[in-house]
């Protein structure tokens, strides 16, 4: 069982570039959301899907970010013309809707995005 | 906005002392997942409750939901260094996870 995997690891970019991250799931859940985690706090939501319908975004999600699932399996998160305010580690975790324990959500290692 | 307000942010203990971790909230959570994560990494999940007033143990690790389903707690006994990490408590609603601010736990040997 390959966990959810996240590419790249960690990004530097200079302020006003656009920055892509993908996020590979656990092949057989159909759910995939995304998270941004500052230091010394908790993840806070952006956005998720189940299949490739995105089902809720948070307001934290401005128009410079936007997030796709194609397929229904990988997906990608693009930000554009980043801000400093942007640095942080960006989080995927998968899920199976319906699965027998609650929401259990299964987190990937986290990309972080340093904008300098 | 559902907050999760977890309790204390900071520990530093001795190896061998017991904790307790405390995550409260006023709204209802149908789930509440307890994590662990370490520097540089995704959080890890340790369990997850769904019933009001269930318990789960994890080896010296033991879960409480409260009745409510508002709250839980997290209880380590004679804590080793390996404990050492951040806990993240998080409340499902809807899709998606509340997650508290965490508590920073240093086990020292």
């Known amino acids: 069982d390959t966990g959810v995997s996240q590419d790249p690891r960690h990004k530097i970019t200079k302020r006003g570039q656009n920055v892509t991250f993908r996020c590979d799931p656990i092949s057989e859940h159909n759910r995939l959301y995304w998270y941004r985690q500052t230091l010394g706090q908790g993840p806070e939501f952006l956005t998720y899907f189940q299949n490739e319908a995105q089902l809720e975004k948070s307001r934290l999600l401005s128009d410079r970010f936007s997030a796709e699932r194609p397929k229904g399996s990988f997906s990608t998160l693009e930000i554009q013309r980043t801000e400093q305010g942007d640095s942080a580690m960006y989080l995927c975790?998968?899920?199976?809707?319906?699965?027998?324990?609650?929401?259990?959500?299964?987190f990937g290692p986290g990309t972080r995005l340093t904008v300098l | 906005t559902q907050l999760l307000e977890q309790s204390p942010q900071f520990l530093s203990i001795q190896e061998g002392e017991n904790l307790t971790v405390y995550c409260n909230s006023s709204?209802?959570?149908?789930?509440l997942q307890w994590y662990r994560q370490e520097p540089g990494e995704g959080p890890v999940l340790l369990v997850t409750?769904?019933?009001?007033?269930e318990v789960k143990k994890l080896k010296r690790l033991t879960f409480q939901f409260g009745d409510a389903r508002k709250d839980s707690s997290l209880h380590i006994t004679a804590a080793q260094p390996g404990d050492t990490g951040l806990y993240l408590c998080a409340g499902g609603q809807g899709g998606k996870l509340i997650f508290g601010q965490g508590t920073e736990l240093s086990v020292k040997p």
């Open positions: 409750v769904v019933t009001g007033g």
């Open positions: 975790a998968s899920s199976l809707s319906g699965g027998p324990v609650g929401n259990e959500q299964f």
């Open positions: 709204s209802v959570f149908s789930s």
